[in-house]
């Protein structure tokens, strides 16, 4: 927690090639969660625990509500870490592939009500692609788009402590087929 919380941070220019299927999704989650290569469920955490770590954020070079070309600081970022830096002019920017994954657990407070969402999109343009994913038990949001343009299609966001769903900073890509669950 607080300034030793970890998180998946993928930088501006970086990209993650997190590629699942149906049947072997990728799970991120917890260093406590004891589940094993094949397994979809934890065989030790609760579904409903949240807060073990952090999350995953991608950040792009895609247009945010800033001045054109200036960038922002992603909160849960300290600023001095320059790899929370995202926006930028290019549109169609690519940080890679994110499907058929399920992050669970996250969202650890790291400072007076700032949290890491589930999955925050810092400035990811339309290049990238997300498809069939799930949010299950974060602290905070479960999905937060920080402006960019990318497109999110299947999400699933599953007890989430604040907004399941959540856009700033004129996010301009589109959500097709989500459901949000809280129990």
Known sequence: TGANASALIVARGAKIMAEGTASSPIIF??????????????????????????????????PISV???????IEGIPVSD??????????TDNSGVIK???IRHGGTNIGEGNEINGLTLGGVGSGTVIENI??????????????????????????????????????????????????
Request: glycine share 12%; aromatic share 8%.
């Open 100 to 102: 058929y994954v399920s």
């Open 67 to 73: 001045k054109t070309g200036e960038t922002a600081q």
């Open 82 to 91: 320059q790899n929370g830096l995202y926006g930028g002019t290019n549109a």
């Open 134 to 183: 799930e949010i299950i038990a974060n602290q905070d949001d479960g999905i937060e788009w920080f402006g960019g343009t990318v497109n999110v299609k299947n999400a699933i966001v599953w007890n989430a402590g604040d907004d399941a769903i959540d856009a700033d900073q004129n996010w301009t890509g589109t959500l097709d087929n989500f459901l949000v669950m809280n129990p």
């Open 29 to 62: 989650t917890s260093i406590m969660d004891e589940i094993m290569p094949g397994q979809i469920a934890s065989p030790n955490l609760d579904v409903e625990l949240d807060a073990l770590w952090g999350g995953l954020l991608v950040l792009g070079n895609a």
